[in-house]
């Protein structure tokens, strides 16, 4: 397999994905707050300058947090967690913002927020960003470079390959496995993998082998743009078999020890108890092989897919283990890892208007007293928390910036697709992402299906095969409690429309079609 990292840069600004600009340079973080503070004066309304102040306590405070989690991490870096039990994922000043409605006292001036948009607007770039070598990507996770292999098993359309098994074979591989402790789901199957276990270990030469696998596709975002119900179907398809869990978040989350958000750092996920979400799987394809094997070499085209929701967008444990977070950006994202061990892996991203999604996404957390007006004053904080990181750092820092991401009362960041996807483009080229619309899904299933089913290079189905998947209802869908709530106001859809504008504007260039103007 040919690495191509570090070398797409050049690549990407040939064909126009992401245009350069001259950087400011970086400030040190007490000197970006106390700038923000000085700008946060000219808002508006002394009532809005209040809770200003509030906020950009809290973002203070969020940043004081920030350094001494990291800073202990660093001095008990060897110990199995850390002193503090804050989790350094959700602040607990977040915890309020996202369990409560904010109650304010005052009515949002809606020309302040208005002028808002229009700063942050203004500062809009589309630069590159740093793509590390392959060699350096291997520095900072070299335990997962170790175990996968560059070179898969032949007649084999998945990834996989035959890992030499040292335990004893009448023990139970899977006791230890951390994601059985937490996922239901995999409890459920669980006791079928360890009957099956010792049947499917290979033996060779007087040694056991069992065989492992990687997922040849994954879905990979974005949240409430219905991930769920394309997963639903998609393994409806005999060809296609998922992990034990719809999303296990190992490359995001897990592999850093964040099991819940509102959680401490847990002790990390091993590689090899997330492979064994695939064990279910690497049996089907061992049974054929293993059919084959005595008749011919006809080749296995059964594949896996893994359908994290976080894996397009969530970069948020960066700060904690890379640069000690002393860097303005991440010097590595998800996919420079992916890449380095699959660099022929395959992405399907399905989006939709940003501006629903955001309110959808409202509406999908568990908090109490929602409504159109609480909606709004969310995104209003939101937008002016996104213009004070905006004060010194680029677009990039501020969407990968862990502490804004987490005091931003809705999550506006997520939406901001073209931004994600230009990152995930410096290192896979555009034939390896399909990306989708769920408007375009909800409007006719059976035209989205196919499409996926071309991308993966699936075999035929018969019409009924066909009519079962695309016919079945929507997984997924709003919460009768939440659709009685009814759309947002029209001011907050005007506002986070213009919010959105420029980015939606540059996703359309880049993907050579208008549809993603959502206009």
């Known amino acids: 397999m040919d690495h191509k990292h570090g070398l797409l840069n050049t690549f990407d600004e040939k064909l126009g994905y992401c245009k350069n600009k001259p950087s400011n340079g970086s400030m040190s973080v007490w ?7 000085a700008q946060h004066q000219a808002w508006g309304p002394w009532t ?12 203070l405070f969020g ?31 977040v915890s309020h913002l996202a369990q409560q409605p904010l109650n304010l006292s005052f009515t949002t001036d809606n020309t302040v ?5 229009r700063r942050i607007v203004a500062k809009v770039d589309f630069s590159c960003r740093r793509v590390p070598d392959l060699e350096e990507v291997k520095e900072k996770e070299a335990n997962i470079f170790t175990a996968i292999p560059r070179i ?11 890992e030499e098994f040292f335990g004893n074979i009448t023990a139970d591989p899977y006791g230890k496995n951390l994601y059985a ?48 119900d394309l997963y639903d179907r998609l393994r409806l398809h005999p060809e296609v078999h998922f992990t034990a869990m719809k999303e296990p978040h190992w490359w995001t989350r897990k592999r850093f020890g964040i099991i819940r958000s509102g959680n401490a750092f847990q002790n990390p996920f091993p590689l090899k108890d997330y492979l064994d979400l695939f064990d279910q799987a690497a049996n089907q394809i061992q049974d054929h092989l293993m059919s084959n094997s005595s008749r011919s070499h006809k080749k296995v085209n059964i594949i896996i897919g893994e ?9 948020n444990a960066w700060v904690y283990f890379y640069n000690n977070g002393m860097g303005v950006e991440p010097p590595f994202l998800v996919q420079d890892f992916i890449h380095a061990v699959q660099p022929d892996a395959r992405f399907i991203v399905m989006l939709r208007d940003p501006v629903e999604r955001l309110y959808s996404d409202y509406l999908y957390f568990g908090m109490a007293n929602k409504s159109v007006e609480d909606f709004h004053e969310r995104v209003s904080e939101s937008l002016h928390l996104f213009e004070a990181c905006l004060a010194e750092r680029s677009i990039r820092s501020c969407i990968y910036n862990t502490t804004l991401n987490n005091l931003m009362p809705v999550r506006l960041q997520v939406g901001l697709y073209v931004m994600y996807l230009l990152d995930w483009l410096s290192v896979f080229s555009r034939e390896q992402i399909l990306i989708l ?38 997984s997924n869908t709003r919460r009768p409690a939440n659709r009685n709530l009814g759309p947002m106001l029209p001011i907050t859809k005007e506002i986070l429309q213009n919010f959105y504008r420029p980015f939606n504007q540059r996703l359309s260039q880049v993907l050579k079609d208008p549809a993603f103007l959502w206009t």
């Open 307 to 315: 359908a994290s929701a976080s894996t397009m967008w969530d970069n």
């Open 181 to 228: 402790l937490y996922s239901k789901r995999f409890q459920a199957i669980y006791d079928h993998l360890r009957r099956a276990f010792p049947a499917h270990l290979h033996q060779h030469a007087g040694r056991h082998y069992r065989l492992r696998c990687l997922p040849l596709f994954y879905i990979i975002g974005q949240p409430k743009c219905g991930t769920t």
């Open 152 to 162: 898969f098993l032949p007649n084999l359309k998945n990834p996989c390959w035959y």
């Open 113 to 117: 927020v208005r002028e808002v948009v």
């Open 48 to 59: 809005l300058w209040s809770v200003r102040k509030i906020k950009i306590l809290s973002f």
């Open 63 to 93: 940043l004081t947090v920030t350094i001494l989690i990291m800073a202990s991490y660093i001095l008990t870096r060897d110990q199995k967690g850390l002193f503090l039990t804050t989790s350094p994922y959700h602040l607990t000043v």
């Open 31 to 37: 000197t970006f707050i106390e700038n923000n503070r």
């Open 437 to 474: 619309r769920l408007e375009d899904h909800a409007a006719n299933r059976k035209i989205t299906m196919r499409r996926v089913f071309e991308f993966l290079q699936l075999g035929p189905l018969t019409l009924q095969k066909e009519a079962d998947i695309t016919k079945s209802p929507a």
